[in-house]
């Protein structure tokens, strides 16, 4: 079994996510971006249904700048974007690794190259006042930042006789707040009982018992 095997090419992960999903919907949307740093943070959140409220799946994907390949440094923005809906739709669909066969490709060829060393400086000859300050390593910083990037997957609307049943909550501002799921059919005669939620202490909704 060859290193890239397990892992999913982006086109065949979209087929697989309209083939499970026709009606699902993706959304994006940056959280942090530096142009002057070269790096961005991107969200993305997975519908299963173009109507659904709460996301089932919302993951994230971090672009550095320097750390691609010269030729796709002006599309690093783009790549981020993508890598953050391939993550999301893997997560909500599972079944492949949940980076895709082209990033791993890309680190494979980094890999391949191997760089050269250093020169290290003559502290005998070597000034105090010349000396540089030693930068923090990259691969550290960048460790940090996958220890707090992470998909959640979150809980699948429930379902009624009708299908899925729809999220709706009150508006900010009013008198008391209310939240549940509700039935699709808009004659209150067929519609089934919602399934009422409470809004906990640590600002979540949860099932009213």
Request: glycine share 8%.
């Amino acid at each position: 079994m060859g290193f890239l095997d397990n892992y999913e090419a982006s086109r065949e992960r979209l087929e697989r996510w309209i083939k499970t999903y026709p009606t699902g919907r993706i959304e994006t949307r940056i959280v942090e971006f530096s142009a002057e740093k070269g790096y961005v943070l991107v969200e993305a959140k997975a519908f299963r249904n173009h109507d659904d409220v709460l996301a089932a799946g919302v993951d994230y994907a971090y672009g550095y700048q320097a750390a691609y390949q010269p030729n796709m440094r002006r599309w690093f923005v783009e790549d981020s974007v993508t890598s953050a809906i391939m993550r999301v739709q893997q997560l909500v669909m599972g079944g492949a690794e949940r980076t895709t066969k082209e990033v791993m490709e890309q680190v494979e060829r980094a890999a391949a190259v191997k760089p050269q060393p250093e020169a290290q400086p003559d502290y005998w000859s070597t000034k105090f006042e010349d000396e540089k300050p030693v930068a923090t390593p990259l691969a550290s910083s960048l460790g940090e930042i996958a220890k707090q990037l992470g998909g959640e997957l979150v809980a699948e609307a429930p379902m009624c006789v009708h299908g899925h049943m729809v999220w709706k909550q009150s508006h900010d501002g009013a008198p008391k707040s209310w939240g549940g799921y509700f039935c699709t059919q808009r004659s209150k005669a067929t519609q089934c009982p919602p399934r009422w939620h409470v809004l906990a202490s640590d600002g979540k909704w949860k099932p009213q018992l």
